[in-house]
């Protein structure tokens, strides 16, 4: 089982792979497919996946638009939050750590768009579903792990005990 300290360093590389992932790529986006550029798309897989410069001022799936202050406001929070429940509760389970990780690296990586164009980069697109990015793919998969860590195993392991409690207690007859 891994340290606290060991867990901590896990959890904050794989925020900073995220950051770093989502802040390169949107660079690359934006210097191929954002203002000024020849194209304003790539086309990746025809009739399916583009690479599309697209200036979101909302939040996910396009709510909130030109809401920047308030949305930078919450991200914050959010950022806040996720820091302070980790060393709280979740020091000592390193899936729920990685989760929150994934959350932490997506939230700093829209909060630095939001502070350098006052606007999130957005750039996968797929047909009928919203333009998102790197941090927002990060955040939803730390969402995901989270609810599993949260609702599943801790289901398996409160029954796992009660089940030890009960075989227990029939043996002390």
């Known amino acids: 089982m891994k340290t606290p300290q060991g867990t901590l360093v896990s959890v904050m590389s794989v925020a900073a792979v995220v950051i770093a992932a989502d802040q390169l790529t949107k660079e690359i986006i934006v210097r191929e497919v954002g203002p000024g550029a020849a194209r304003r798309s790539i086309e990746i897989i025809p009739g399916f996946f583009h690479f599309t410069f697209v200036r979101n001022t909302g939040s996910a799936f396009g709510l909130f638009q030109g809401q920047s202050a308030i949305l930078m406001v919450l991200a914050m929070g959010a950022i806040v939050f996720l820091a302070a429940y980790y060393f709280r509760k979740a020091r000592h389970d390193s899936l729920v750590g990685i989760a929150l990780a994934l959350q932490l690296g997506g939230a700093v990586g829209n909060v ?42 801790d289901y398996e392991t409160n029954e796992t005990s009660s089940e030890h409690h009960l075989h227990s207690a029939g043996e002390d007859r």
């Open 112 to 153: 630095i768009d939001r502070i350098r164009y006052g606007y999130v980069v957005d750039f996968l697109d797929f047909p009928r579903w919203p333009t998102f990015n790197v941090a927002d793919s990060a955040i939803t998969v730390g969402v995901v792990l989270l609810m599993y860590a949260l609702l599943f195993r």
